[in-house]
């Protein structure tokens, strides 16, 4: 009986490996054909950006091909003409391009002066712009002072009284200063003149050999 029991748990312990192996086995094949089916997208993936790389690669190598081929064009255009022009103005005659130019300086005075008349025109606008402005700001400050009340008025009068006596004591201050450097000048001038005058004979007299005379015009 023991033996028995004992085999049935074998088989029992032998079939649950077999069923896990058999889950493990399905699983690994179950992720295999996911990675490859994955790869698969990848490399389709892939193969679908390198197609439109290679294509807008193509697109741009036509374009820039074609920008080339258009700037020796437009260059060979512009040689051409530079050399029909070249050859036309020689054949041309002096009178002709004098007569050229009197026309386009007639042109060039023309719109000169319409432009300075453009320009007055602006001017005037401007100004009237301003006189208006001018008058409105005028009219707002008139207004101001209507509303402001008599009493702020009596104040700022009374300050500007205060500020005017100040003011006026500075410059009297001032103007007394001045006038005792002028008196002090004029007395170290006269100073020198009383120390001078009996000195300036005696130089004559050196100098000349003698006194000066009465009828000459040397200073005495």
Do not use: Y
């Amino acid at each position: 009986m023991n033996e028995r029991k004992e085999s049935k748990k074998e088989r029992k312990r032998k079939e649950r490996k077999k069923r896990k192996q058999e889950r493990k086995h399905e699983s690994k094949q179950a992720r295999k054909q996911e990675n490859k089916e994955a790869r698969k997208q990848a490399r389709k993936k892939q193969k679908k950006e390198s197609k439109k790389t290679r294509k807008h690669e193509s697109k741009q190598a036509r374009k820039q091909e074609n920008k080339e081929a258009r700037k020796k064009e437009t260059k060979e255009r512009k040689k051409t003409r530079k050399q029909e022009s070249t050859k036309a103005i020689k054949q041309e005659s002096k009178q002709e391009r004098n007569k050229r130019k009197k026309e386009i300086e007639k042109t060039r005075q023309h719109e000169s002066k319409q432009a300075r008349k453009q320009a007055r025109k602006k001017q005037k606008k401007e100004r009237k712009k301003e006189r208006k402005r001018k008058q409105e700001s005028k009219k707002a400050r008139k207004q101001a002072s209507k509303q402001e009340s008599k009493h702020e008025r009596n104040e700022r009068k009374k300050e500007s009284k205060k500020t005017g006596k100040q003011e006026s004591t500075k410059a009297s201050k001032r103007a007394r200063e001045r006038e005792r450097e002028r008196e002090r000048e004029r007395e170290r001038e006269r100073g020198w003149a009383r120390w001078l005058t009996p000195v300036i004979p005696a130089l004559w007299e050196a100098k000349a050999g003698g006194p000066p005379e009465v009828g000459s015009g040397r200073p005495a």
